[in-house]
C-alpha cells in the first residue's frame, strides 16, 4: 500500500499553492540545495559516490536554471529578460563545466551568484508584500505563469 511521505505532500501543495514569485522563490531555493549537495559530494572517498553524488545534483540544479530561464517573460521586459537569459546560460554551462571537470569552483560561483539572485526576489517580494500573500488556483492560472508574476 502507497503511503505518501507528509513532507512531499506538504511540499506538493505548498508548490500547488504557492503565487508566480514564491515559485520562482522555489525554485532557486532548489537550485541552491542542489548545488550545495553537489559540493557535498567532493568530499566523499568513494568514487562511485563521488562522482553520482555531484552529478546528479547538477544536473537538477541546471534543470532549474533551464526552468528559470524558460519561465522569463520578454514581452513584459524584453531587456530584463534578455540579460538574465544570458546569466541562465552562462549558469548552466559553468555548472557543466564542473560537472565533467569534476571540479568544485565553478559550482560555487554559481552558488553565490544564486544566493543573491535568491536574497534580491525575496527583498523584492517582501517590498511589494508578495511573502505571503494569496494565490490564485492553480487552474486559474495555468498556462499564464511567468517570473514577472
Not at 501543495?13 to 503565487?19: D, E, I, L, Q
Request: with cysteine; charged share 25%; hydrophobic share 40%.
Amino acid at each position: 500500500m502507497y503511503r505518501p511521505n507528509k513532507y512531499q505532500a506538504y511540499q506538493s501543495g505548498a508548490v500547488f499553492t504557492a503565487s508566480p514569485a514564491q515559485l520562482v522563490l522555489m525554485l532557486f531555493d532548489g537550485a541552491i540545495k542542489f548545488i550545495n549537495i553537489g559540493l557535498e559530494g567532493f568530499k566523499l572517498q568513494d568514487p562511485l559516490d563521488f562522482n553520482l553524488t555531484i552529478h546528479q545534483n547538477v544536473q537538477k540544479a541546471q534543470a532549474i536554471i533551464r526552468e528559470l530561464r524558460a519561465c522569463l517573460d520578454a514581452d513584459k521586459g524584453p531587456e530584463f529578460a534578455d540579460k538574465m537569459t544570458a546569466l541562465y546560460n552562462y549558469f548552466d554551462r559553468r555548472l557543466q563545466e564542473g560537472n565533467l571537470k569534476k571540479v568544485p569552483e565553478p559550482l560555487e560561483e554559481v552558488n553565490r551568484h544564486l544566493q543573491v539572485l535568491r536574497d534580491s526576489w525575496k527583498e523584492m517580494m517582501q517590498n511589494q508584500n508578495l511573502v505571503n500573500s494569496p494565490s490564485t488556483r492553480p487552474s486559474e492560472s495555468a498556462g499564464q505563469w511567468s517570473a514577472t508574476g
